[in-house]
């Protein structure tokens, strides 16, 4: 079973290293984006033996405690 974990800061977080790529973007001529927020992606393998439930439940303790700073940083996952 995996988990792919998503966390990016939160919109009120000024996020400089997404506005220097946007700004790049738009000098190498794609006038289309209008903004980037950057991240970070982490895929977790888990235990087959974890029910769904409990899966669900390690891999919010996991985002919350250990991948993210809860003051500037929020998360989304998927499992599969």
Known sequence: MRAHVYV???PTVLDAQ???IANAL????HPSVET???GKYFVLT???TLAPDAA???VER???EVLTNPVIEEYS???E
């Open 8 to 10: 990016t800061l939160k």
């Open 18 to 20: 997404g506005q220097t």
């Open 26 to 29: 738009r000098r190498l001529h």
């Open 36 to 38: 980037v927020r950057q």
């Open 46 to 48: 888990l235990a087959d």
């Open 56 to 58: 669900e439940a390690e």
């Open 62 to 64: 996991i985002a919350a």
């Open 77 to 79: 996952y998927r499992i």
